[in-house]
């Protein structure tokens, strides 16, 4: 590939203009989170000043994913329980809903159900901090709208060589682009200024083992992302299951028992999680209506 074409690109995608901005929520919650004598009610309020967005986080919270036993009928209970970097990240994933249900239902459906693998799995396995593994399985494909919408004719392109020459996504951005939407998600997250336990799941999807401190949350979402494409949910054009990483199956440590009840909890779970955008597509034109 040309370098001087490859350079473009990648500079197309650092630089990300249609992408929408964050709202300015979170550069202020971002401060607030930094002060040590913010209180959770605080940061509360500000949330619910922005009535659209209150009601995605809380849908988001009390979705499968996260399976909370009771309720959350508060921000500032969801606060409490998920920690700020996890409402940070919903917060730029609801500001992001309307782009991925908009343009892309399959990807948002395939984002969604891997975040339930995601919950599943890292709960079984006893990990810290299983919300924020689940956060990451939710926006790990990122990198794939920020393609999409900064480089729409070579987005097509890589449709048609999916389509036409049977090649997964991950194989025809490498060769139309010269780099993936893995690579991509990654700049966006620093952007966004995510933490690194976020940053590094969503860049090493497709190889744990370029993970260099978040290996086993990198090792789920590997593991979320082959499953949820297996059980062909939300997989659109590109019908090709990549293949699992042996390092990171042998780092999960399941047993064939343990892969056969996760995956019924998981079959029940998207049950649950079918109807989701619609319901937050239905909040979010009520709320439009209301204003």
Avoid at 170 to 185: P, Y
Avoid at 264 to 278: A, M, N, R, T, Y
């Amino acid at each position: 590939m040309d370098e001087t074409k490859k350079e473009h690109f990648r500079r197309t995608l650092r630089e990300i203009k249609n992408l929408p901005t964050l709202p300015g929520i979170v550069t202020k919650l971002t401060t607030m989170a930094e002060d040590p004598d913010t209180t959770t009610e605080q940061m509360g309020k500000v949330i619910s000043k922005d009535h659209i967005l209150a009601a995605k986080l809380l849908r988001l919270v009390n979705s499968a994913f996260y399976g909370f036993p009771q309720r959350i009928s508060s921000l500032n209970s969801a606060i409490i329980l998920l920690g700020f970097n996890v409402i940070k990240s919903l917060i730029i994933s609801a500001s992001i809903f309307e782009i991925m249900e908009d343009q892309d239902v399959e990807l948002w459906e395939h984002s969604l159900g891997c975040a339930v693998v995601c919950s599943v799995v890292s709960k079984r396995l006893g990990l810290n901090d299983p919300e924020e593994i689940s956060t990451a399985g939710l926006i790990h494909d990122i990198g794939k709208v920020a393609i999409k919408m900064e480089l729409p004719e070579e987005f097509e392109q890589i449709n048609t060589m999916v389509r036409e020459e049977r090649k997964s996504r991950f194989a025809a951005e490498r060769e139309i682009l010269g780099l993936d939407h893995a690579e991509v998600g990654r700049w966006l997250a620093k952007k966004w200024n995510l933490p690194g336990k976020l940053i590094e799941p969503i860049a090493c999807h497709h190889d744990p083992r370029l993970a260099k401190t978040e290996q086993m949350s990198s090792a789920v979402v590997h593991f979320g992302n082959i499953v949820i494409r297996g059980m062909g949910y939300g997989h659109g054009d590109d019908i090709w299951v990549p293949p699992m990483s042996q390092r990171a199956f042998r780092m999960l440590e399941m047993s064939a028992v343990d892969i056969d009840e996760i995956l019924d909890e998981i079959d029940e779970k998207l049950w649950d999680v079918k109807g989701f955008s619609l319901e937050i597509q239905s909040e979010q034109q009520a709320g439009a209506t209301d204003q």
